[in-house]
T-cell receptor
Framework: QKEVEQDPGPLSVPEGAIVSLNCTYSNSAFQYFMWYRQYSRKGPELLMYTYSSGNKEDGRFTAQVDKSSKYISLFIRDSQPSDSATYLCAMSAISGGFKTIFGAGTRLFVKA | EADIYQTPRYLVIGTGKKITLECSQTMGHDKMYWYQQDPGMELHLIHYSYGVNSTEKGDLSSESTVSRIRTEHFPLTLESARPSHTSQYLC??????????FGQGTRLTVV
């Protein structure tokens, strides 16, 4: 079983829709949770970073962590065509020397 | 925009050739990483370094080697390229234990 599971999609939505991206994980020691956005032919860039459980909001993006369910989510409000990219979840733990484990990424297409 | 650079961006090379993928960062980060990324697959850590003269193998078995003689430079070398090495290679650096900054990647094709 993979430590981090992420549906690869693709996910296609109309412009303006609310997008929900999710990951599940098996290692209860994970404490740091990240979402990266990767445009085609580019390297990933950090979008959101959360420590432990709870919500974090940044503009149109909201990250949620539910440690009891080992489930994290990224919500995108008022999605735009420029949000079309691959979104990778990532997580790490002190016990693992902060080694970051990445999900496979979900490809998102936002249609104008 | 992150100050981490990878060259070349694209490389097509014949089987058996020796190649070096370059990675440089100007942020003074101690921690640097090499990942391999195939379409629809997770990023797999192949090498990492926590400082000068420190290198470790990652989770994914790799026939490549790395060196860290200077803080800003973390090259990856394949002594004898094979078609199975065809992939995208991503270099990253990090300060502390939070955000990793990634380079643009090198897309390697071995024919």
């Amino acid at each position: 079983q993979k430590e981090v599971e992420q549906d690869p999609g693709p996910l296609s939505v109309p412009e303006g829709a609310i997008v929900s991206l999710n990951c599940t994980y098996s290692n209860s020691a994970f404490q740091y949770f990240m979402w990266y956005r990767q445009y085609s032919r580019k390297g990933p860039e950090l979008l959101m970073y959360t420590y432990s459980s709870g919500n974090k909001e940044d503009g149109r993006f909201t990250a949620q962590v539910d440690k009891s369910s080992k489930y994290i989510s990224l919500f995108i409000r008022d999605s735009q065509p420029s949000d079309s990219a691959t979104y990778l979840c990532a997580m790490s733990a002190i016990s693992g020397g902060f080694k970051t484990i990445f999900g496979a990424g979900t490809r998102l297409f936002v249609k104008a | 925009e992150a100050d981490i650079y990878q060259t070349p961006r694209y490389l097509v090379i014949g089987t058996g050739k020796k190649i070096t993928l370059e990675c440089s960062q100007t942020m003074g980060h101690d921690k640097m990483y090499w990942y391999q990324q195939d379409p629809g697959m997770e990023l797999h850590l192949i090498h990492y370094s926590y400082g000068v003269n420190s290198t470790e193998k990652g989770d994914l078995s790799s026939e490549s080697t790395v060196s860290r003689i200077r803080t800003e430079h973390f090259p990856l070398t394949l002594e004898s390229a094979r078609p199975s090495h065809t992939s995208q290679y991503l270099c990253a650096s990090r300060d502390g234990n939070t955000e990793a900054f990634f380079g643009q990647g090198t897309r390697l094709t071995v024919v």
